[in-house]
Nanobody, 120 residues
Framework: QVQLVESGGGLVQVGGSLRLSCAAS????????MGWFRQAPGKEREFVAV?????YYADSVKGRFAISKDNAKKMVYLQMNSLKPEDTAVYYC????????????????WGQGTQVTVSS
């Protein structure tokens, strides 16, 4: 079992930056690929980034967001730069034993989410 708690969300202006954190408790993260997903109002949950044996990003965030993982601290981070209004969403941290996947169905554990709002 892995418990995940996100933090770091908030309100930021266009072009600003935020760093999201995901604290994991329970098992070590060494055996998990860790992903970030987001869900905007009225939209389906979408993949943002994943770090495991490989690192992948959604095209919409490539070059602006960076995912990192500290196995010793059981922490996962998402550095978000050059934020746009379309980045507004609830951001979720998730853990998968199925490798670096962009499919939400491959993730067994989820946090409760943290709200990110980008104002123009």
């Amino acid at each position: 079992q892995v418990q995940l708690v996100e933090s770091g969300g908030g309100l930021v202006q266009v072009g600003g930056s935020l760093r999201l954190s995901c604290a994991a408790s329970g098992r070590t993260l060494y055996n998990y690929a860790m992903g970030w997903f987001r869900q905007a109002p009225g939209k389906e949950r979408e993949f943002v980034a994943v770090i495991g044996s490989n690192t992948y990003y959604a095209d919409s965030v490539k070059g602006r967001f960076a995912i990192s993982k500290d196995n010793a601290k059981k922490m996962v981070y998402l550095q978000m730069n050059s934020l746009k209004p379309e980045d507004t969403a609830v951001y979720y941290c998730a853990a998968s034993t199925r490798g670096s996947s962009g499919r939400s169905t491959d993730y067994e554990y989820w946090g409760q989410g943290t709200q990110v709002t980008v104002s123009s």
